[in-house]
């Protein structure tokens, strides 16, 4: 007769968090976003936040990144204090901390070159031809080189996404935020973003990932957290979450999603010619 199987240890376990939400509150109003919320990323982990849509999850996410300030608890990154009051406090978080937004926040007037080395360049100082060549470098990662005098309108959406990572990439953060990257994609093109992201977890950035890619959270996070009506409800490592949940409310939102084995992952490596040096395979990420 065999025991229980021993508690899954966290990828990063063994140091401090890089990032340690405990117990914040952000209110809008009379509305309440977050209630009480607390949760730890460690170094080399990826962490998807699923759950409903406002349930939380953004907010959390940019009360990381020092965009808004909170109504209590505190936030510690790389063990010092967020304070988005502060802006000084909060550009320090933010050259440690990339964040990808929904909806691309490109520079419709520059380059796709110059929209990934002008933060190298005006924040990290360096000079033209050193933030050029690291955008070059970046751009060639994520399968865009040919794409590098382009503008921004004359991108797909995916990869006006990847040119978003590129250029978070660029200030060489400690921590990557995702936030919905895909939801505003054609679903031709969630494939070649999710492959991007995932070969960042495999050369083991440490990432934060609001998503409704359920195959992704499942497949590529090492740790998933439920969110619903601003609370955390569960959390775990994805085999817990999506096979074994006791939780109804978890049960509930997958089972409301249409949530289903398939990967999007596996389609990406058509999806660019360059993009294809990284290549899914499916025995690695069905882990």
Known sequence: MTGPE??????????APILAIERITKRYGTLTALEDVSLTVNRGEVVCLIGPSGSGKSTLLRCANAL??????????????VHASDPKSARAVRQRMGMVFQNFELFPH???LRNVAIGPATVLRLDRG???????ALLAKVGLSDKAAAHPAALSGGQQQRVAIARALAMEPALMLFDEPTSALDPETVGEVLSVMKALADEGMTMVVVTHEMDF?????DWV??????????E????????????????EFLSHLGWHGESTLDTAASSSSEAAQHP????????
């Open 6 to 15: 021993p508690k899954q240890r966290r990828v990063g376990g063994a140091s």
């Open 68 to 81: 808004e300030t909170l109504d209590g608890g505190r936030i510690l990154f790389e063990g010092r204090e």
């Open 110 to 112: 520059l380059t796709v």
């Open 130 to 136: 050193a933030a050029e060549r690291r955008a070059r």
């Open 217 to 221: 959270a499942r497949r590529v996070g």
């Open 225 to 234: 957290v439920v969110f619903d009506k601003g609370r955390v409800i569960e």
């Open 236 to 251: 775990g490592p994805p085999k817990q979450i999506f096979e074994t949940t006791t939780v109804a409310r978890t049960r």
């Open 280 to 287: 899914i395979d499916k025995e690695e990420v069905d882990r």
